[in-house]
């Protein structure tokens, strides 16, 4: 079915919450991307349901959480995009030491929140720049834990609109993925910890940002982690070794602090930040023999 055909059903029924042809530039760390066919707002489960009923049968569709780790194209995306609301942000305690979070989530407010829970075990997502929703499709994680290892289960709604909930028993997680399919919508999650002291748990996620703050860039214009590390080796080292510190291509740039992070000086096109990453991954493959695998997702049409 062509988007086409839909838009105009869609508009009657959601004129609120639907619109066209927005830049994508504002949703995306990187200040960069083109506009969205469709960008579509759901002020609750119900109505994501509904929608993704009324448009059954198409299939290019994303969700946008906050851009943490998202490359989007000049030509912007033409497809739907989903961007959640305030609805699907919501925190609770399930009991003691079980936290249920809505998918739009920052990864930092869940920790704060078991911080202030006395919950240990969810310190690590103090970290994680981005929300709930891709932290799961990512297994996001760092110095030696990920959400594989908290995670209860993920409450998602398919393409037809129909929910389900899936145990983490259930879901093959791997390093930065899992394979849930790509028609699945995270919608919440259930994460269990360890109830501790509110003082150890405070130190340990002080302990983190401290270090992330010493090795990584902040107040810049960039999506993190460009590179996944392949086979226990770390990606910026291979970059650096391969001589690609100091790359440019226009107005992006590698970080000097940090190898692995893409920036974008203030006037970059996507093209060149994806150019910039086409060029060291080539460079990297040359010198040492290794692929690189992204990390960052790039979506849309080039122009």
């Known amino acids: 079915m062509k988007l086409n055909s839909l838009i105009k059903n869609i508009k009657s029924k959601f004129s609120d919450q639907v619109f066209f042809d927005e830049n994508l530039s504002n949703y995306s760390w990187f200040n960069l991307g083109g506009p969205a066919k469709i960008i579509f707002k759901p002020k609750n489960l119900h109505e994501l349901s509904f929608f993704l009923q009324e448009i059954k049968g198409f299939k290019k569709i994303k969700v946008l959480g906050v851009g943490s780790n998202t490359l989007i194209r000049d030509g912007g ?18 009991n003691e030491n079980t936290i249920v979070a809505g998918a739009s989530v920052l990864d930092k407010s869940v920790s704060n929140f078991a911080l202030e829970n006395f919950v240990t075990g969810l310190e690590f997502l103090s970290c994680i720049p981005g929300s709930i929703g891709g932290a799961i499709r990512m297994n996001s ?28 028993e259930d879901i093959n997680f791997f390093y ?8 699945l919508i ?9 109830k501790n002291k509110k003082a150890e748990i405070e130190k340990k996620m002080k302990d983190l940002i401290e270090k992330k703050k010493k090795d990584q860039p902040s107040q810049i214009k960039t999506c993190g ?26 107005d992006a740039y590698i970080s000097k602090k940090h190898c692995n992070f893409f920036v974008n000086k203030g006037n970059a ?10 060029r060291v991954r080539n460079k990297v493959l040359e010198k040492t023999g290794i692929s690189l695998e992204l990390e960052i997702k790039i979506i849309g049409e080039k122009i």
């Not at 995306?77 to 399930?94: E, R």
């Not at 990920?146 to 899936?166: C, T």
């Not at 995270?186 to 360890?194: C, D, M, P």
């Not at 982690?225 to 226009?250: H, R, Y």
């Open 77 to 94: 995306y033409n497809g739907i995009i989903i961007k959640f609301g305030k609805s699907f942000s919501h925190l609770s305690m399930l």
């Open 225 to 250: 982690s460009t590179f996944k590390n392949p086979n226990e080796q770390k990606a910026w080292k291979l970059i650096k070794d391969s001589g690609c510190a100091g790359m440019i291509v226009g």
């Open 176 to 183: 930065r993925g899992c394979n849930l399919s790509d028609n």
């Open 186 to 194: 995270f919608v919440s999650a259930t994460f269990k910890g360890r």
């Open 141 to 168: 994680g760092c110095y030696g834990e990920d959400i594989s290892k908290i995670l209860v289960s993920v409450q998602a709604i398919d393409f037809d609109g129909k929910i389900k909930v899936i145990r983490k």
């Open 269 to 278: 096109k996507s093209e060149h930040l994806e150019d910039l990453i086409n």
